[in-house]
């Protein structure tokens, strides 16, 4: 089957713009993630969703970041106000229940700039 | 809180031969897993191996095998016979059982040379 996609592959904008990231994990997955990497580092959480809640947000780095999954399915993330601090590549990776050390397929991600 | 460090930020290796990428971790769980990833230049991270913590016998996937020393906290990533295509950033990671999200560390960027 397909693995994890990610639209759009990349993305530009402007400072203060608002912008929403897609992940569409592999079929059957209840476990959905997100990551954040800047150059030169490791990826670093976000959030963690089971089935349609987020079980796991403490990474979040502020209030102006928001991640849906509304059917257990597709999950959105969702930056408003963005600052260049915001420009990185965001990962998404799902797995098949989301109990730990189950292994984590991850999307080709999101190239994110803010001018 | 758990911790990985990769202490190469680069490596060079001649194709056909082996190469160890070194991992240190520290976690105070009796219960975690080691994950190691391939990032190639087209970003996505590729699973390669995993070690559990109670796994007696060192994990192993075609020429990748994980020599894992839990009383020294290490999960080093062997490659035997290195192909050019081997040549990416590697990242190792570890999560708690409890939790599910990784921790990764800093990377390790893998040349292979003709």
């Known amino acids: 089957g397909a693995g994890v996609s990610q639209t759009p592959s990349n993305k530009v904008t402007e400072k203060g713009k608002y912008v929403e990231l897609r992940c569409d994990p592999i079929?059957?997955?209840?476990?959905l993630y997100w990551y954040r990497q800047s150059l030169g580092q490791g990826p670093e959480f976000l959030i963690y969703?089971?089935?349609?809640?987020?079980?796991?947000d403490s990474g979040l780095p502020n209030d102006r970041f928001f991640a849906v999954r509304p059917e257990g399915s597709v999950s959105t993330l969702k930056i408003q106000r963005t600052e260049r601090g915001d420009s990185a590549v965001y990962l998404c990776?799902?797995?098949?229940?989301?109990?730990?050390?189950?292994?984590?397929?991850f999307g080709p991600g999101t190239r994110l700039l803010v001018l | 809180a758990q911790k990985i460090t990769q202490t190469q930020p680069g490596m060079f290796v001649q194709e056909k031969e082996a190469v160890t990428l070194d991992c240190t971790y520290d976690?105070?769980?009796?219960?975690?897993?080691l994950f190691w990833y391939k990032q190639p230049s087209s970003g996505e991270m590729i699973f390669l191996i995993y070690q559990g913590s109670y796994d007696e016998q060192n994990a192993t996937e075609g020429r990748y095998s994980l020599n894992f020393q839990k009383a020294r906290k290490s999960a080093n990533l062997v490659i035997s016979a290195s192909q050019l295509g081997d040549s990416a950033m590697y990242f190792c990671a570890t999560v708690t059982t409890g939790y599910s999200t990784l921790t990764f560390g800093k990377g390790t960027m893998l040349l292979v040379s003709p």
């Open positions: 079929s059957g997955h209840t476990a």
């Open positions: 976690t105070s769980d009796q219960s975690y897993g």
């Open positions: 969703f089971q089935g349609t809640g987020a079980a796991d």
């Open positions: 990776a799902s797995s098949r229940q989301g109990r730990g050390q189950e292994t984590q397929y």
